[in-house]
C-alpha cells in the first residue's frame, strides 16, 4: 500500500478514495489521529448514510464529506472520495453543520469541490504510479497538494467566514 501524502495542518483530515486495487487514505494531516481514521475507514464502507453514523459524526466532531471524481460516471461510494476533518474552528465555533450542496465560494463544499477538480490528475497520478518513482517525486506531490489544499483547510479552520 502506498504511504499517503502527509500535510503538516492545524486542521486534522483525512482523504481516503480508491488506490491501486483497494482503498486507503490519500491524503492526511500529520497528527491524524486513529480516531478520525477509523470514523473515514466506517464511513467509506458504509453503502448510505444513516442517522447513526450522522450521530456519531456530531459526537466526535468530525465532518465529513463525499466528493465525485472527476469523469467517473459511478454513482457508487467505491469511485468517491471521501474528506472527513475534525470540527475546531479557530475563532472558537464548536462542531459546525456543513451545507453539503453549497456551490458557491465561502464553503466547505465548494473549496472541496474546486481542490479535487484542481488536483485529480496529481491525486490519480500518485496513486497509480509504481512505488520506486514516488520515493524520488514524494515530495513534489506534497508541494502540489499543500498548495492545493490550502484554501479548503483555510476554510475548515473559519467555517463561518466567507473568503
Known amino acids: 500500500m502506498k504511504r499517503p501524502i502527509i500535510i503538516d495542518s492545524s486542521v486534522e483530515f483525512v482523504i481516503a478514495g480508491p488506490l491501486i486495487g483497494s482503498d486507503g487514505i490519500i491524503i492526511q494531516s500529520q497528527d491524524a489521529n486513529i ?17 447513526v453514523e450522522r450521530d456519531l459524526s456530531s459526537k466526535f466532531n468530525i465532518n465529513y464529506l463525499w466528493v465525485d471524481m472527476p469523469g467517473s460516471n459511478n454513482t457508487s461510494r467505491k469511485y468517491k472520495l471521501l474528506f472527513c476533518w475534525k470540527s475546531v474552528s479557530l475563532t472558537g465555533a464548536s462542531f459546525v453543520k456543513i451545507d453539503k450542496s453549497a456551490r458557491k465560494g465561502g464553503s466547505i463544499k465548494f473549496e472541496l469541490d474546486k481542490f479535487i477538480e484542481n488536483a485529480y490528475s496529481v491525486i490519480k497520478n500518485y496513486t497509480s504510479n ?27 479552520s473559519f467555517p463561518e467566514i466567507n473568503f
Do not use: N, R
Not at 480516531?35 to 442517522?51: C, N, Q, R, V, W
Open 130 to 156: 509504481p512505488l520506486g518513482e514516488l520515493d524520488q517525486s514524494y515530495e513534489k506531490y506534497v508541494a502540489i497538494i499543500k498548495w492545493q489544499i490550502s484554501p479548503v483547510l483555510l476554510q475548515c
Open 35 to 51: 480516531d478520525l481514521i477509523g470514523f473515514a475507514y466506517k464511513m467509506y464502507h458504509i453503502e448510505e448514510d444513516t442517522p
